[in-house]
């Protein structure tokens, strides 16, 4: 099995047919396999008879422990997690298998995103710029899991599961860690994926402030008070690595009033800006 594909439901079947259709249109051998805790809002009425995934419904202690209870069920050599509210863009996954073929020392790759409504349309994209630790403890992870993908000798050989202590900030914990050991890493310059902003994301909630703040004073104490110089060095980083700009382009996704097929959609105007979040 060339790729594994994790997906953590709960309560998100709109979202989550349109996650389905998205990586099963890959045209690439994969297995999606869905983590769905008992969701009542009929996502239970369908899932178990879609044939596109393996779905497993039953209780977990959250969203890192229903992903790696689907990767210690996976088979797949390149192993990556989508949430219900995400997608993969066309050919994402073809385009990932052959950076990891040409690139074979590197165990884990970033692509970057497009940031989206809950309708699909457009709000900003984020170019994926290498983690630095300090910049992570202290302000943000400049990477999105629906644009991660990783090797499987990172839990096979590694272990490196995600710590489902964390409720919200388990991605950054378990980037945290894989730059501790030296795993190396590298960005793969394509818009892999799209992530909605719905205004309800668990990266919005009181326990992801709390878990954020954490984080922060886990930092060394010169760390946090030098965070406007880390985060002004980040910005350096993204300048040079030219992440501030970016051509017209197109972007095709399945939308609510398009669940057959993919609506293309074009962006006249790309810009960096997230308002909702600034």
Known sequence: MRFSIITPSFRSSDFLKLCIASVADQQI??????????SDDGTQNWLPADRRVRAFIEKDAGMYDAVNRGLKRSSGELLAYLNCDEQYLPGTLAAVSAYFDNHPRVEAVFGDCVVVNAAGEFICYRKALLPSRLHVMVSHLPTFTCATFFRRSLIEKHGFFFDSKWRDLGDAEWVLRLLEAG????????????????GNNMNLSPNAHREKQAMFDAAPAWARRLKSALVAQHRLRRLLGDVYSQKPFDYALYTPDSHAQRKTIHVSVPTFLWKSRM
Request: proline share 4%; with cysteine.
């Open 29 to 38: 051998e994969l297995e999606h396999i869905v983590q769905d805790s008992c």
């Open 183 to 198: 795993i190396p890493m590298a960005v793969m310059r394509r818009f892999t994926s799209t992530f909605a902003d719905t």
